[in-house]
């Protein structure tokens, strides 16, 4: 019966969220509010990188001031645009405790890359992550005067909500923010990492890293935040998403991307489905 009802449940939410994105026709326009552009990528995504950082230049309708790549790689990659900041991931703080203590876990990568995206914190006020499998087809807005821009996602993981519930967050528990990119407030997050700090009696990161350690792949840096942002007070908008994912199938270009598919998505994301979810028992 419940099984039944959560299935209800998800087909009424993506009804309700598909009609809103028919009805909803926001025309942003550029904004002076300036950010900057962090990017995560392995070296593996360099490729589908380069289509994201050139995505990110087009559409990010907020005026950029800096862009980052951070990566496993100690050494620059030769084919980083000179006006791109890289980071070696192993100089930022508190990295190299968080994958020691995930050392032997099948989705180490997968947390860690979520603690890189917050850690931009320590290097911008405001700055914007866009997964390094997501391309751009269309004008994005990330910061506003009204507020920080949040997109809703269409699937949502029960999975995600683990983490939070240890915090106390239960802001939109109905909502999904994964859309693989966020706004990001340095200032917010610093709220957020002290929130956590005060409630665990450690370090952010070691706290994230033993959760998971224990209970696996249980949080969302996306959902996280969002739902941290909207519980205490802090301003936002919503955008529609429009997103649609791909299969990666040899060289892609940018403009091959827009002429196939900016006329009914805003987005595009090239997954790579060789990565099993793990969630282990818990409360």
Not at 135 to 149: A, M, Q, R
Not at 181 to 186: E, N, Q, R, T, V
């Amino acid at each position: 019966m419940l099984i039944k009802k959560g299935l209800v449940f998800r087909r009424l939410r993506q009804y309700a969220l598909r009609t809103w994105e028919t009805v909803s026709k926001p025309k942003d326009t550029s904004s002076s509010i300036a950010c900057d552009v962090w990017l995560v990528c392995h070296p593996k995504d360099f490729e589908v990188a380069k289509l994201t950082l050139e995505s990110a230049r087009l559409f990010v309708l907020n005026r950029i001031e800096k862009i980052y790549l951070v990566s496993t790689q100690r050494s620059r990659p030769p084919w980083l645009p000179l006006d791109v900041e890289y980071v070696f991931e192993g100089s930022i703080p508190g990295i190299e405790e968080v994958s020691s203590l995930l050392e032997g876990e099948s989705y180490r990568g997968w947390i860690l890359q979520q603690i890189l995206k917050f850690s931009g914190a320590f290097f911008s006020r405001k700055f914007v992550v866009i997964d390094c499998d997501t391309v751009l087809l269309k004008p994005h807005l990330f910061f506003s005067n009204e507020g920080t821009v949040l997109r809703l996602a269409y699937e949502h993981s029960p999975h995600y909500r683990a983490l939070e519930k240890s915090l106390d967050i239960f802001a939109c528990p109905w909502a999904s923010f994964v859309c693989h990119m966020m706004a990001f407030d340095g200032d917010v997050l610093h709220d957020m990492f002290g929130a956590i700090e005060a409630k665990s009696g450690t370090d952010w990161r070691t706290y994230f890293a033993s959760f998971a350690k224990e209970r696996g792949m249980v949080m969302s840096e996306w959902d996280l935040y969002a739902r941290f942002l909207i519980q205490n007070g802090h301003p936002y908008i919503l955008r529609p998403w429009i997103n649609q994912s791909l299969e990666i199938d040899g060289q892609l270009s940018l403009e091959t991307l827009i002429q196939k598919f900016s006329k009914h998505r805003n987005s595009v994301s090239l997954h790579r489905s060789d990565r099993p979810m793990v969630v282990k028992s818990g409360d």
